[in-house]
Nanobody
Framework: QVQLVESGGGLVQAGGSLRLSCAAS????????MGWYRQAPGKQRELVAS???????NYADSVKGRFTISRDNARNTVYLQMNSLKPEDTAVYYC????????WGQGTQVTVSS
């Protein structure tokens, strides 16, 4: 069973930066595409960034140029560097596998004040 533990969220002013981490259990990490998702209050969960095993990345238009996803396969960890944060980035951030997500972790809250 895959377990995902997100961390690194917090309260930051607009224009600031945060780095999120996601530790995944199980060797399945090294053979899967990983993604960072977010869910704002009253909205559906959305995919914001993904990274394949070889490192190719994709981003939602709303975060392109500001967020960077990376992974360390040896440590079973995926990261999300978030720069130039905006109030609309406020959400709970989750990581998971793609294209078939596993059980969701608890997520990490990111709050951006204006």
């Amino acid at each position: 069973q895959v377990q995902l533990v997100e961390s690194g969220g917090g309260l930051v002013q607009a224009g600031g930066s945060l780095r999120l981490s996601c530790a995944a259990s199980g060797s399945i990490f090294s053979i899967n595409t990983m993604g960072w998702y977010r869910q704002a209050p009253g909205k559906q969960r959305e995919l914001v960034a993904s990274i394949v095993l070889r490192g190719n990345t994709n981003y939602a238009d709303s975060v392109k140029g500001r967020f960077t996803i990376s992974r360390d396969n040896a440590r079973n960890t995926v990261y999300l560097q978030m720069n130039s944060l905006k109030p609309e980035d406020t959400a709970v951030y989750y990581c998971n596998l793609l294209p078939n997500p596993r059980t969701w972790g608890q997520g990490t809250q990111v709050t951006v004040s204006s």
